[in-house]
C-alpha cells in the first residue's frame, strides 16, 4: 500500500527566510506532484515531477525528487507572505489514484 | 482552461437524509474522482471512475456510493447522512492516468 508522508504539518517561518518541506513515500512510484490550496480555496496544481533527479522551479519554489531515496522536497527561498497556503505532495504508481500527504500548512508571517 | 463544477458550495443536511453531490467537468476527462478532505488527515479518496458507467472503491467508500451516467458528470451520493460524513468533498477530473488533477471549488457538507 502507497503511503505518503509530509513533513513538517505546520510550519510558520518569518518573511525573508528559507525553508524546505519533505515528502517521502513508501513504494516505487511513476511521478509525484505538489499541489497548494489557499484557505477556503481548491486545490490547483504546482509542479510535476516524472523522473530521478527531476528539478522544477516558479518563482520563489523549488521542487526535486530523489527516486532512490523515495523523496522529495519543496524549498521556499525568501518567504513572502503571499506563499502562506497548505502544501500537498501526492504520488501515484501505475494506473492508480494519487495519494496525497496530510499538508504543511504554511504561514509566512513579517 | 479545464473547469471541474461542483454544485453546491455549502450544504446543510440532517442526518438519516439521502443527499447528491453533483461533479461537471467540460474537458472529456475519462477519469473522476471524489475525495473528502479533513482537517489533519489531508485528502482521502472515496471513489473513482475511468469511464461511463465504470466505479471503483478508493479507500473510504462506506457510506457513500457513485453514478457516472454520462463521461462529464460524477454523482456522490451519501444513502443515509451521518453526522461523521461532515467534510469538505472536492470532485476532480484527469485525462488518463499519469496526469494532473483537475480539482472543483468543493463542496462544505454539514450534517446535523
Known amino acids: 500500500e502507497l503511503k505518503v508522508e509530509q513533513n513538517p504539518l505546520f510550519l510558520s517561518m518569518q518573511e525573508g527566510k528559507n525553508y524546505t518541506i519533505y515528502c517521502n513515500y513508501s513504494?516505487?512510484?511513476?511521478?509525484l506532484y505538489w499541489y497548494r490550496q489557499d484557505p477556503g480555496k481548491s486545490l490547483e496544481s504546482l509542479f510535476v515531477?516524472?523522473?530521478?533527479?527531476a528539478v522544477k522551479q516558479e518563482g520563489r519554489l523549488m521542487a526535486s525528487l530523489d527516486t532512490k531515496a523515495r523523496l522529495s522536497t519543496l524549498h521556499i527561498t525568501a518567504a513572502v507572505h503571499d506563499l502562506s497556503a497548505t502544501y500537498f505532495c501526492?504520488?501515484?504508481?501505475?494506473?492508480?489514484?494519487?495519494?496525497f500527504g496530510k499538508g504543511t500548512r504554511l504561514s509566512v508571517i513579517a | 482552461d479545464v473547469k471541474v463544477t461542483q454544485s453546491s458550495r455549502y450544504l446543510v443536511k440532517r442526518t438519516g437524509e439521502k443527499v447528491f453531490l453533483e461533479c461537471v467537468q467540460d474537458?472529456?476527462?475519462?477519469?473522476m474522482f471524489w475525495y473528502r478532505q479533513d482537517p489533519g488527515l489531508g485528502l482521502r479518496l472515496i471513489y473513482f471512475?475511468?469511464?461511463?458507467?465504470?466505479?471503483e472503491k478508493g479507500d473510504i467508500p462506506e457510506g457513500y456510493s457513485v453514478s457516472r451516467e454520462k463521461k462529464e458528470r460524477f454523482s456522490l451520493i451519501l444513502e443515509s447522512a451521518s453526522t461523521n460524513q461532515t467534510s469538505m468533498y472536492l470532485c476532480?477530473?484527469?485525462?488518463?492516468?499519469?496526469?494532473?488533477?483537475?480539482f472543483g471549488n468543493g463542496t462544505r457538507l454539514t450534517v446535523t
Open positions: 471512475s475511468y469511464d461511463v458507467k465504470m466505479k
Open positions: 515531477l516524472l523522473s530521478n533527479g
Open positions: 476532480a477530473s484527469s485525462p488518463p492516468f499519469n496526469s494532473p488533477l483537475h
Open positions: 501526492a504520488v501515484n504508481s501505475g494506473n492508480t489514484p494519487l495519494v
Open positions: 474537458m472529456d476527462h475519462e477519469n
Open positions: 513504494t516505487t512510484s511513476d511521478r
